[in-house]
Structure formats: C-alpha cells, structure tokens
C-alpha cells in the first residue's frame, strides 16, 4: 500500500524568546514494513540543521531559529509504501541492543495484575505477549473510535500536544487513556516479565474523515523473530496501514518534537492512500 | 576493626622513622617553638589571598569558608607511586572499556559478568549514549580515584569518581603554598611536580577535539555559575590552561555546532570541560526545567561537532553498586587481574548478607548508593546507638539503596594540631587525566585529612582538611 502523509504541527514561541531550539524526530525510517519513497521537512532553518542518529537509532534533525517571531510551522511529506508483515521487523541493523529496552520508566511502570500466573519461555513469548496485548484492551477498556474530533487529535498522537515531559494535566483530565497509555501499560508488562519493549510514534490510516493520523503503539522483542508491533489500542498487530517513525523507551523520549521554550504543539496528520496504478 | 593500631605512615612499629619521611623530620625537628603555628597562620592568609574557598551546603556560618591547609605535607616514595600508578590507569583504562561497552554491543552484560539490571535500570545510565561514538572512545577524560592505605604496601581503592571529581585546585594551590612557607624543605627533596596539571588537561582535552576542529582547538569550562560550590575551581582551571569560562547563556547551539558568545562575536567551540551535572547539560534532552545548561548541546554532540569532557553518562562506571564490579570488570576487558584491591562490599539485598550487616552494624560504614561528599553516610564506630538503629532502619527499608564495608583503619600523617603534632587520618585522591593519546597521572594528588582526633571522615564538607602530598622523585 502506497500512503501519502502530510503532518503539520504548529506552535507559537512566548514572545521576547531570543532562541528557540526544536529537536525533530520526523523523519520516518525504511525497514522491513515500510520504505520511504520521498520524503522532505520543512520549516525556517531546517537548512543548516544538525543531523544526527539519536540512541535509539531514530534520524534527528536540531533546528534553531533565533528570535523567532508568531506562528512557527513544521511541514514533514512524503511518500511511504507499507507491507503488512503481521507486525513482525526481524532486526534491522544499526540499531541499539534489544536489552536496553527492558529499562524501567517512570511512564512504564509495572501493573502487577497484568502480569500475574504469566511464565515467559523460549516458544510461548509469542502467544504470551498477544495475552498481555489482550489484558491491557480488558484493563482500559475499547477505545470509542467515534471520539469527538477535538478529542481525537489529543487522543491518538505520541503524547507531544501538551506532555514535554511537564505533565498531561489537561488530557487526563479527559479520564480516557489514550493510545499512548494503552503502549506504556503493554510495555510495563513485558519488560516486567524480561521482555525488552519499545514505544513507537507513527501514523495510522483510519477509515472514513479522521483529524488526525498519529498514533502510539509498542513493539516487544522475541529472539527468533525480532521485533514485532503490538498496538493494544486496536488490539491488533501493526498492518500496512501503520507507518512508523520513531522508536524509544516511553513516549518522553519518542516525541516527534521536543522544544526548548517548552511550549504547546498542535499537531495533524493527513494519511491518504494513492490508488494502484491502472 | 576500629581499634586496631592504624598504620602511621611516617613511624615505624619501633618508632623510627620511615625512610621517605627521614628529611620532613629532621626539618620538623629544626623548627622553633611556635615555628608551625606561624606557619598555619601564614597560609590562612595565604589562601584567603588566593581566595580559594569552598560553600559548605547547610552551614550556617556563611556560605564562603577557607578550606583547613596542614602545613606538614604527606610523603610517598617513588617506588610506591609507580605501583600505586600502574593500578590506577589500569582501572581508568578498564572503566573506559566498560563503558564503551555498555553504550554498545553490551558484551559484559551478556555473558552475565555483571548484572543486567544494576546497569540498565540504574538511574546514572544515559540511554541517549547508546551508540554515541565519543571522539578516540574516551567517554572519562578526568577522574579522581580516591585511595585509602591502610598498611605498608596495602592500598584500597574506595571510590572512583569519573563525573566532574572536584579538588584539584586545591592539589596545586597546596603545592604553592607550601613553596612559600617551606621553601628550604624543597631543597633538602626532591618532589615531583604538580604544576604541569593545567597544562596537562589542556593537552588532554585537546586530543579529543572532533576532526572538524582546526590545529588548535577552542576549549571552554562550563560552570554552572558563582553559586556552586566549586566555582573558584572552574574559574581557576579555565585561568590556568588559557581557556573561557562559561555559563550556560554563554554558549548557543546553531545550525548543530555550539558557539560562545564573545566582544568580537561567535566563536565555535570544540571542547567543553563541564562541570554540570548530566541532568542539567541540555534542557531539551535532559530536564526540561534547566536553566543552567545549553539547549541542543547534546545533540550538537551527537552530531559529533563538539566534544563533551567527560561524556554524559559516566556516573554509571562510579555507581557504588557497580564498584563492587571493578576487579571483574578489570579482568574482562584486560584479561589482567586488577592491581589495586577494591574495598570489601556487602550487599544488602542478599538475605544473609543482610542479617550479618545488620548485626555488627557498629563496625560497618554505611554509604548511600547514590550519596556523595559524605552525605548519607554512617561511619559505624564513631556513631551513636541512635545513629545505628536509624540506619539499620534505613537498610531495612531500602536495601538496594545501600552499600556496606568493613571500617577500614585508614593511615596517619603526622598533622599540626593546636600547635602540637599529632597523627591524624589521611586519604588520598590522585587525578588522572584519559586523552587520545595517552594517560596522565598527576603525582600525588590531594591528600584529605581528618583534623578531629579518631575520625576517620576526610571530606571537607564534613571538617577535613588538605595537605600537599609529594611523590618522591628518585
């Protein structure tokens, strides 16, 4: 499938910011599931960014702007051709050892009840972690998919609208987990049964008129197959309509943007399929 | 162990002297009544000249104290400091090694030499290291090893230090003081020199400029500012070796290179010695709320155009849990076993351990895992009962949180004391610097002191003082 992405996120520097740097992690890897077939961001100053791999192996980019002044906008496009692989990535290379992802966070704490009278072993790890992707859908109940748009964009994104690491006062307020939540909790879990397991920021294509494509799973270790996607929000393994872009131990270190002034980010994501061609 | 007769480094058991300290007594011998007293006066005024000071956190006596200098300096001959040295850059070579190593393929932790756990959940392990290649794979280019000898040829290491170790301006500007008050003991000895630090850690931190620095790479001490308690020492390294002192707002990041702020405009920098914590480097990398860092600097490091001195990340090599480590961690990547013995440790989260801590806890120091400058710890013998059962509490609690050893019987140096000589207990904290090209160890180093009588806590946070320390050249 080939899926056109086009995600804008808009902000406002405070005025009298003599400097505001941005730590961009949109630019989509190719891999096993998805190849990047064009792909470009745009924003004042992207020209001279520092481009760097962080140490998760996601490409970064680190743009400054001095004195910025009203509306800052970053415009990520391209173009992204997806395999469905049911969620499995094998080992791509350059990337960090898989143990680094059994470290604990504050974001991924452990819920003992989901864990519990599970034994992992070399040939149940499979089945195992599709239980727990169960477990966390019965803990956090189904997501209501006819969420009011509003709610929607803060619902499904990586956790970068309001957390910066400052706390989601505001969409906790909403009571509901959003799919970030539902990654964190399934990821808890697995690294508490010695499972290494990642957060992963993407998009997702939704049938029918969706504000906002982005979306937050997980994806967890098996030494046979590698890594493989769990999205306990849908309760499915990642299909060809995932399209991931950056990969880390919670939603904090996963944003696909990270400012200094810490300020709000709004941000949207428009999937389109590109019809085969006749 | 607390009674037993500590090792006094410039008498033997039969009470003559010990041959590296024949010449400092006969010279103590020469002075006159109340020639020391004078002498201690003399430097009090000499160091508030200097203005070498420290803040003590918590003291309410104002926050700028003169750290307490003994006049009588702490000898070692060169024999021992050749075998003190050859085990101290192994270790500093090994701990390196280590590093490397965790922020990459993470063999030590596969073939299960040291516990995966300790390492990855521990809170000094930067998983934005990972993968990070730091320039000529030094991640600790400065580190103070402190070293405690409790015999004639026994030395323990008790702690290696590889964030931003502190103390060294103190190592030099003892050395200089005691020039000034004794100059004719120098000439009677032949001690080797101190004062090539400054230009040693220049040298060190050239060597690992990034490749797109030009032949004389721009170098900058970054200070988290005046209130911090070691600012004299940031602003007399950046003086000594001809570098920029500088606070974060300073320094900026453009377009992935940082640049200091000067009269005649930018200038990039390529090297910086910080002396901030890793939480507070880089706003946007690590907390938030920072306003002593440089926001985008780690990144600017990760794009390999600046070089951080040492590397975020590093406090994981000093951890107190991982300590117990060291000789392992010596043997896996040198296949050599280590030549400096580490300091027997208990671990709490073992059961029996436990029990037995917790039973001849009188005798036992007790330090917290993550604690440092001698907070959050309890030296057993010279603690109340009250002190006791508080930590026995506190272990009880927490066991993972602390680290327990036998109270070692530090040596003595004869110390002047109320205008008398008396011994007092001594450590010793040598300063090695990793470049490059090459490992250099500054001989000597800072010897702290206990000026309380009996008391075997060195730390001048907690009323130690300093000495000059002389190796002894052949």
């Known amino acids: ?278 | 162990m607390g009674e037993q007769t500590p090792f006094d480094e410039m008498y033997n058991a039969d009470g003559t002297i010990r041959e590296p300290y024949r010449a400092l007594s006969e010279w103590l011998a020469e002075q006159p009544d109340k020639g020391l007293a004078l002498m201690q006066a003399d430097a009090e005024a000499i160091f508030r000249r200097l203005g070498i000071t420290f803040a003590v956190y918590g003291s309410e006596e104002g926050t700028e104290k003169v750290i307490p200098f003994d006049v009588i300096p702490r000898i070692i001959a060169a024999n021992e400091w050749r075998r003190l040295s050859r085990g101290i850059e192994q270790r500093v070579k090994a701990l390196n090694a280590f590093l490397y190593d965790i922020y990459h393929r993470q063999e030590i932790l596969k073939a299960g030499r040291v516990p995966e756990k300790l390492i990855l959940n521990n809170a000094a392990f930067c998983p934005q290291m990972m993968g990070l290649e730091p320039a000529k794979g030094v991640y600790a280019h400065i580190i103070g090893v402190d070293i405690v000898r409790v015999g004639p040829d026994e030395f323990y290491v008790l702690e290696d230090n590889l964030r931003t170790p502190s103390g060294v301006s103190y190592m030099l500007e003892d050395r200089e003081a005691m020039m000034l008050l004794a100059p004719d003991l120098f000439h009677r000895t032949k001690v080797a020199p101190v004062e090539t630090y400054p230009e040693n850690l220049r040298r060190t931190l050239e060597s690992v400029a990034p490749d797109s620095a030009g032949r004389n790479p721009v170098i900058a001490v970054l200070t988290p500012g005046i209130y911090n308690s070691a600012y004299f020492e940031h602003s007399f390294l950046a003086d000594r070796m001809g570098a920029q002192l500088c606070e974060g707002h300073d320094l900026f990041v453009d377009g992935g290179k940082v640049y200091m702020r000067t009269t005649t405009g930018p200038e990039r920098v390529d090297v910086i010695y910080r002396r901030i914590d890793d939480d507070y480097l880089d706003p946007l990398t690590f907390r938030s709320d920072s306003m002593l860092g440089v926001p985008g600097i780690f990144d600017a490091y990760r794009a390999g155009n600046v070089t951080l001195v040492n590397a975020p990340g590093t406090g994981i090599a000093d951890d107190k849990a991982v300590y117990t480590y060291v000789p392992e961690i010596i043997e896996f990547y040198l296949g050599e076993k280590a030549l400096l013995n580490n300091v027997p440790t208990y671990n709490c989260t073992d059961e029996d351990q436990r029990a037995w801590v917790l039973e001849n806890i009188g005798d036992l120091v007790v330090k917290e895992v993550h604690g440092s400058g001698g907070y959050g710890m309890m030296v057993g013998p010279t603690s109340t009962k009250a002190q006791h059962e508080e930590f026995k509490a506190k272990i009880k609690a927490r066991p993972d949180n602390y680290i327990v050893q036998p109270t070692l019987s530090l040596s003595t140096c004869p110390t002047h004391v109320d205008g008398d000589v008396s011994p007092r207990h001594v450590d010793l904290r040598p300063y090695v610097l990793v470049g490059g090209d090459e490992v250099r160890i500054t001989p000597g180093g800072l010897t702290r002191v206990a000026l309380q009588k009996g008391s075997l806590v060195v730390n001048s946070s907690q009323g130690g003082g300093t000495k000059d320390t002389w190796v002894l050249e052949d």
């Open chain 1, 1 to 278: 499938m080939r899926i056109t992405i086009e995600h804008r996120l808009t902000l406002n520097a405070p005025s009298g910011t003599s400097q505001a740097m941005f730590h961009l992690l949109l630019t989509p890897p190719s891999g096993p599931a998805q190849t990047v077939e064009s792909w470009s961001v745009e924003m004042a100053g992207i020209g001279q960014a520092g481009r760097f791999v962080d140490g998760f192996g996601n490409t970064a980019h680190l743009v400054n702007q001095p004195r910025p002044d009203g509306e800052i906008t970053i415009e990520a496009r391209g173009v992204v051709a997806t395999r469905d692989t049911n969620g499995v990535l094998g080992r791509p290379p350059g990337e960090p050892v898989p143990a680094l992802y059994r470290r604990l966070t504050p974001l991924t704490k452990i819920a003992p009840e989901l864990v519990d009278g599970l034994k992992p072993t070399r040939s149940n790890r499979l089945d195992l972690l599709h239980g727990l992707m169960q477990r966390v859908g019965e803990k956090l109940g189904l997501p209501d998919e006819e969420a009011a748009p509003g709610q929607t964009q803060m619902q499904a994104d990586g956790g970068q609208v309001q957390s910066q690491r400052q706390g989601d006062g505001a969409t906790e307020d909403n009571a509901r987990a959003d799919a970030a939540d539902y990654a964190h909790l399934f990821i808890g879990a697995a690294r508490a049964l010695d499972i290494p397991a990642r957060f992963v920021t993407g998009y997702r294509l939704v049938d029918g008129p969706a504000p906002c494509n982005l979306h937050a799973w997980a994806e967890a270790f098996d030494e046979s197959l590698g890594w493989i996607g769990f999205d306990p929000h849908q309760q499915i393994c990642p299909t060809e309509r995932y399209v991931r872009l950056a990969v880390g131990l919670d939603k904090d270190s996963a944003p696909a943007l990270r400012t200094v002034p810490v300020v709000e980010i709004a941000q949207r994501a428009k999937l389109a399929v590109i019809p085969a061609a006749q």
